[in-house]
Structures are given as structure tokens and as C-alpha cells.
């Protein structure tokens, strides 16, 4: 299953640096920015941050 993180382009440094942790820590993990968005991106921008859940889970696959 991926590993995701994100943070918004507004966002505090260390929030910025948190997600790109994540994302540098895990193999095949990826790292999204979602444009004008705070800290607070599912509620400042719901659309854009529900579009990169979707994506994102759209990566996963179940074992058998």
C-alpha cells in the first residue's frame, strides 16, 4: 500500500519539512503539495485535498 504525505504551498516550514520526511522515510512513498493551502487544507481546500485522496488510493491494492 503507498505511503502519502502533503502539505499545503502556505503551510509553516516544519509542517513542510514533517511531510517531506514522510515522504524521503518510506520506499515508494510520494509527496504532494496542494496549491494555496494551509495547515489546515481539508478544510480550506476540501476539493483539492479529496482529489489527492482519491489519487492516492487509487494506488493502493489489496493482497489476495
Known amino acids: 500500500s503507498p505511503v502519502a504525505a ?3 504551498s502556505a503551510t ?3 509542517f513542510e519539512r514533517s511531510a517531506a520526511t514522510i515522504a524521503e522515510s ?5 509527496l504532494a503539495v ?5 495547515h489546515g487544507a481539508h ?7 479529496a482529489a489527492w485522496i482519491r489519487s492516492t488510493a487509487a494506488l493502493a491494492t ?3
Open 43 to 49: 478544510m480550506s481546500h476540501p476539493g483539492a485535498f
Open 26 to 30: 518510506a520506499h515508494d512513498a510520494t
Open 6 to 8: 502533503a502539505h499545503g
Open 62 to 64: 489489496l493482497p489476495p
Open 34 to 38: 496542494i496549491d494555496g493551502a494551509g
Open 12 to 14: 509553516l516550514a516544519r
